[in-house]
T-cell receptor, first 115, second 115 residues
Framework: GNSVTQMEGPVTLSEEAFLTINCTYT??????LFWYVQYPGEGLQLLLK?????DKGSNKGFEATYRKETTSFHLEKGSVQVSDSAVYFC??????????????FGRGTQLTVWP | DTEVTQTPKHLVMGMTNKKSLKCEQH?????MYWYKQKAKKPPELMFV???????INESVPSRFSPECPNSSLLNLHLHALQPEDSALYLC??????????????FGQGTRLTVV
């Protein structure tokens, strides 16, 4: 079946530090992979996506590369800001049969950035 | 317009009340979703509509009744809820569900409290 495993949080960093949030997945076929961000009191916003192996998604300084050989989609940012404090969800979208129309989410990782 | 609009933003209801949550999008998306999110957890899929027809019901109790009057609107009718139903209810839409490389756009959610 489809599943996403995300590193446990919370993650606490100082401003300008390097960020990595690990995400690995299990899926049949060729899923699409996403990172969503949820700021306090808000809904989810798509941060970036990748639809095939070796694709790199990027947005607002965040990057993630779809690695089929390691079934991973780790989120990275070179220099975090206080405004990046939020919960980050890794997710996959299945590619066949009964998995269509479903997003499979990881548990979420709380990131707190201190000035 | 890349927005999914949900109303109301907050709702407090008694266990004997009947209320409705509303969701609207004007992106021409033909798939719409209801998710339930408890604190510090990922969203849980409740219902999926595809081309205004119910496609997925994740064994949700009948006190939750979805409705898709047209391709832009999605409602969730609530009746005889329990306190444990208190949560953030998120609506989302995507272009279609028969393609995996289309991301879901989420609304800001309705914060529901059942008293």
């Amino acid at each position: 079946g489809n599943s996403v495993t995300q590193m446990e949080g919370p993650v606490t960093l100082s401003e300008e530090a390097f960020l990595t949030i690990n995400c690995t997945y299990t899926a049949t076929g060729y899923p699409s992979l996403f990172w969503y961000v949820q700021y306090p009191g808000e809904g989810l916003q798509l941060l970036l996506k990748a639809t095939k192996a070796d694709d790199k998604g990027s947005n607002k300084g965040f990057e993630a590369t779809y690695r089929k050989e390691t079934t991973s989609f780790h989120l990275e940012k070179g220099s975090v800001q206080v405004s990046d404090s939020a919960v980050y969800f890794c997710a996959l979208s299945g590619d066949r049969g009964s998995t269509l129309g479903r997003l499979y989410f990881g548990r979420g990782t709380q990131l707190t950035v201190w000035p | 317009d890349t927005e999914v609009t949900q109303t109301p933003k907050h709702l407090v209801m008694g266990m004997t009340n009947k209320k409705s949550l509303k969701c609207e999008q004007h992106m021409g998306h033909r798939a719409m979703y209801w998710y339930k999110q408890k604190a510090k957890k990922p969203p849980e899929l409740m219902f999926v509509y595809s081309y205004e027809k119910l496609s997925i019901n994740e064994s949700v109790p009948s006190r939750f009744s979805p409705e898709c009057p047209n391709s832009s609107l999605l409602n969730l009718h609530l009746h005889a809820l329990q306190p444990e139903d208190s949560a953030l209810y998120l609506c989302a839409s995507s272009l279609r569900i028969d393609r995996t490389n289309t991301e879901a756009f989420f609304g800001q959610g309705t914060r529901l409290t059942v008293v």
